[in-house]
């Protein structure tokens, strides 16, 4: 095993970067002198590593969306396979993005170099046949959830579940007080967290209902506050949205500082995806929504196998939150789901309970048992 591993890594978005940077402290501590090295964002850049192109780039779900930036995205990754080919590192880490990812790994490891997936696709909910595309293309599949690497065995593919790192990061007592201190908020006060995605696409076809539904609640709850945190770069995208659909409403723009938002919030209104995992953590009442071009949508629901799409829901094997997506996602309805929220404290107080049991099954300490898998690889 190499003492200074070179490893080529790519994350596909915000997300990615954020369970990137956790695994990467990990890394780091391992090995202080490793290098670094591919598609990625802040959070990744925090422990040195050497962005080629912004995670960004790859930011785009929906068949429709992606169609619409294909050219750009095949042919950043032929020309990052095409670097990584010619200058080959130790191993390769693809952070979740699979229909990135694992074409690219199935390349790599056809050239000899060894390939490792951190999140398994999710066979288990939707597209079940990707399955035979991660046995060609990982020599290994770290597994963020309990049951997975006993479904990849059954195909032949060896993983280890690592955990969640967002289990790890996300105390299991929430500092509600200290983030409404920060944030400069009255402990007393009502407050409502409106997270509407992290891609652009998201916030074209999330942010306007959702933003919607504040001011909906507004008219009916003047007290409520609202916060939104921004993802960087996306400021831009949602002023002209505020003025548009949430006018006269109390929303709050921050940059960032999501957990914050979350841990001082009393109910989010939330697009599907990590966040709402973290939302889950942090044991906050949501209401899951999302939208996206209907072709693609119709195309999603043909190959999904689940009753939920949300993660709490996934995992907790129950709607324990509810889930609004697509034409059922209107500001009224979106701002009844809220209400029911916050009008019924003793159904909170079931879910606190529901999620405290999620965030121990899944603390696992993961940067360092993810750590410790990558290093087996790097040995064999």
Known sequence: MPTFPRLAMVAGEASGDLLAGLLMG??????????????GGPRMAEHGFAAWWPHEKLAVRGYVEVLRHYREIAGIRSQLCERLLCDKPDAFIGVDAPDFNLGLEERLRAAGVRTIQFVCPSIWAWRGKRVHKIRRSADHVLCLFPFEPELLAGHGIEATYVGHPLADSIALDVP???????????????????????????IQYNAPKI?????????????????LPVV???????????????????????????HEVMAASDVVVIASGTATLEAALFKKPMVITYSMHWLSAMMMRRMGYLPWVGLPNILCK?????ELL?????????????LAWLDDPARCQALVGRFTELHQR???????????????????
Request: charged share 20%.
């Open 26 to 39: 990990g890394l780091k501590q391992r090995w202080p002198d490793a290098s670094t090295y591919g598609i």
């Open 176 to 202: 509600r007080a200290a983030s409404r201190e920060v944030l400069g908020i009255d402990l007393e006060a009502a407050v409502v967290a409106l997270l509407p995605g992290s891609r652009r696409s998201e």
């Open 211 to 227: 933003i919607a539904a504040a001011a909906e609640l507004h008219r009916r709850r003047p007290g409520l506050n609202f916060l």
């Open 232 to 258: 960087p770069g996306l400021r831009s995208m949602l002023e002209p949205l505020l003025a548009e659909y949430g006018a006269g409403s109390p929303i709050r723009l921050l940059d960032g500082r999501s």
């Open 318 to 322: 129950d709607f324990v939150v509810p």
């Open 326 to 338: 697509q034409e059922a996602a209107t500001p009224t309805t979106l701002a009844d789901a809220t």
């Open 362 to 380: 899944l603390r696992c300490d993961t940067a360092q048992a993810a750590t410790h898998a990558i290093a087996k690889v790097l040995q064999a």
